[in-house]
Structure formats: structure tokens, C-alpha cells
């Protein structure tokens, strides 16, 4: 699929009715492919292992090759306005500052996050299941809660975010602010699900969720068990710059197939990313998904993103860091689907 430049939806009809097999080897870790999407030469090689290096001992990132190939010289649209929290419990010694993410443009709505989560550890860089959401809320996250935020309206029965990360921010956003049934905030990686167990706790304690079911719990792609357990349950799915590892691509798609009920749609925020938003796209149609792709979905994100093109180019890349919209349904989409 080419990128649509007038701001109209651009939908594909699935290339087979028929889901095609996924092979295992598919969701084998073969390759590994780097956020920015480019081709890794040397220099540039080198200039990331300087720059994992360099954050693992937490040292400043202040050589110029390193600069250039860090994926946070971008880091938000400025949808949210965080606000550190005072610790209300002076027994707690722990490292963890709460801060309060406020919607910008709905400000009725907040979510309660925890700002400082320690040093990273080189185990859990190396050995755990894609440790990427670990870091931060990335550009594509905020931008997805914000939409979230919205369209609230349009969020019905039950919703699930796949893959995010530390925060889910977009899936608490639902849960705070939308009429569901349920809420579940997934991630691969056990780690960042620890964390968004506590940001539910939290969250419910502070009163955001009413009555509402809200749970967190590591769901893998590539796990069967993980999927099975939730086939056909969601009326919606969702997940925000998830497609850029090679290895786990076809797993997604799959999952967000599996998962989705017969009329259910999936959400997703991503950056072009060199050929992966493509690759993904064409996964989806050749597993019998429709999909419907859109570069104008919102004014606010729109306008910044025209601003950053006009006056940041040292710092953004619209490869990396303007998310598309795309919506995926097992029947055809209404011109407006989504929007």
C-alpha cells in the first residue's frame, strides 16, 4: 500500500477470503529489525550499541553520531500535560514518582502514571520478550490515547490494547473515559505488566474507572495459549507501534485477527518505518483482513506535524514519528469507519 497524501481513507479488500497459514518459523526470532526502519551500516550499527551502551550505564548521550540515530530526539505531539504527584504515603521509600497525564485538548480526563521506573538492566534489555515499551510513551501512544479520548463514543463492549508497554495509556484513557464493559491492557513483556497492574491499582483507587472491569496480563503474539484464551472476545483491538519487529509481524497480525469478534475492529497507530507499516498492511490483507489507511485523522496531531516538518527537521522524521491510522475489519469498512 502507498501512503494516501489528500487525507482520504485509502482501503484495501483482502487479497483471499481465506486466512493464509502462518508458519512458525514466521514468529521465530530470525532477524531483528531497528525502530527507525533503515538500513543498519556499520557506522550506524556502531553508533547504537554506543548509544544502548551509554543508557544501560546511564551516561550522557552527547556524541553526535549517537545523537543522530536515537528515536527520542521527537518525543510528543504535546496532547498531555504531566503533572508530578506529591507522595501521599510518607512510608513509601521507593524510586517511583506519580505524575498525573492530563488530556491537553480533554482535560476532564486524566490517567495517573508512574514517571521514574529505575535504571534498565542489561539482562532484561538482552533477554526479555521486546523490551522497547519499557523506555518510555511513545509518540504513536500518545497519539493513539488522544484519539481514544476523541472518539470515545464510538468504544462499545470490550477493548483491548496489545503491546503497550509500560503504560497501555491509550487503553487506560478508554477506561477512564469510555462506556465498556471491560478493558484489557496486554503487553508481551512480564516486566511492563507488573508495572500496569499498579497504574490499574492505582488508577481504581483514585476513582477513574467506576464499575468498570479493568485488568492487565501478558499476552505474546506468538503464544497460542496466550491467544486461544482470548479468541473472538473484543469488539475492539488495538495497539500503537508494534510492527516494527520482524519476527513478531505475522504473530500480529494473526492475534489481532483471532481476537477481533465478527463485526469487532482493530486500531492502529504506526509510523511508516521504512517498508514495515507496508509489510504489515500486506499481512493483514493476505490473512483476509480489510484494511483502510489514513494520514489525516485529527487537526491537533495534523497541525503539529506540519509544524515539526516547517521547523524541526534536526529533531523529527516523519518516517519515525508520524503515526498513520489504520483500521482493520474482517467485513468491509464504511467510508468513515474510524473518523
Not at 526502519?37 to 547504537?48: E, I, K, M, N, Y
Not at 478493558?183 to 476513582?207: F, H, M, P, T, Y
Request: aromatic share 8%; with cysteine.
Amino acid at each position: 500500500m502507498e501512503r494516501d497524501s489528500t487525507g482520504t481513507a485509502e482501503q484495501t479488500e483482502p487479497a483471499s477470503p481465506l486466512r493464509e497459514n502462518i508458519n512458525e518459523d514466521t514468529c521465530a526470532a530470525n532477524s531483528h529489525s531497528s525502530r527507525d526502519g533503515t538500513c543498519a551500516t556499520t557506522d550506524v550499527a556502531r553508533a547504537r550499541w554506543t548509544l544502548l551502551r551509554q543508557v544501560l550505564r546511564q551516561k550522557q548521550v552527547d556524541s553526535p553520531e549517537v545523537k543522530q540515530v536515537s528515536v527520542r530526539r521527537f518525543a510528543t505531539f504535546d496532547l498531555f500535560i504531566r503533572k508530578r504527584l506529591v507522595t501521599q504515603e510518607p512510608s513509601d521509600t521507593s524510586d517511583d514518582q506519580w505524575v498525573e497525564y492530563r488530556s491537553v485538548y480533554f482535560p476532564e480526563y486524566s490517567a495517573l502514571l508512574r514517571d521514574n521506573l529505575g535504571p534498565l538492566r542489561v539482562n532484561e534489555v538482552l533477554n526479555s520478550f521486546d523490551n522497547t515499551g519499557n523506555v518510555c510513551v511513545w509518540p504513536s501512544e500518545e497519539v493513539m490515547a488522544h484519539y481514544c479520548l476523541k472518539k470515545r463514543h464510538m468504544f462499545k463492549g470490550a477493548v483491548c490494547e496489545l503491546g503497550g508497554g509500560m503504560t497501555c495509556l491509550a487503553g487506560l484513557m478508554v477506561a477512564i473515559c469510555a462506556d465498556v464493559k471491560e478493558v484489557l491492557l496486554s503487553d508481551g513483556n512480564e516486566k511492563s505488566i507488573q508495572n500496569v497492574r499498579g497504574l490499574v491499582e492505582r488508577n481504581r483507587q483514585a476513582g477513574k474507572f467506576g464499575s468498570m472491569h479493568v485488568s492487565a496480563r501478558v499476552v505474546r503474539w506468538d503464544c497460542e495459549s496466550d491467544i486461544s484464551a482470548l479468541e473472538g472476545h473484543f469488539d475492539i483491538v488495538m495497539c500503537a507501534d508494534c510492527l516494527f519487529l520482524d519476527q513478531y509481524r505475522a504473530c500480529l497480525v494473526d492475534a489481532v485477527r483471532r481476537l477481533l469478534q465478527p463485526n469487532g475492529m482493530a486500531l492502529v497507530f504506526a509510523p511508516l518505518r521504512g517498508d514495515t507499516l507496508r509489510l504489515f498492511c500486506q499481512l493483514a490483507q493476505q490473512a483476509g483482513l480489510y484494511v483502510s489507511q489514513h494520514q489525516q485523522y485529527d487537526a491537533q496531531v495534523m497541525d503539529v506535524h506540519l509544524k515539526m516538518l516547517r521547523e524541526g527537521k534536526e529533531a523529527y522524521d516523519e518516517n519515525i514519528h508520524y503515526p498513520l491510522l489504520i483500521t482493520l475489519t474482517k467485513g468491509p469498512q464504511p467510508v468513515s469507519h474510524a473518523l
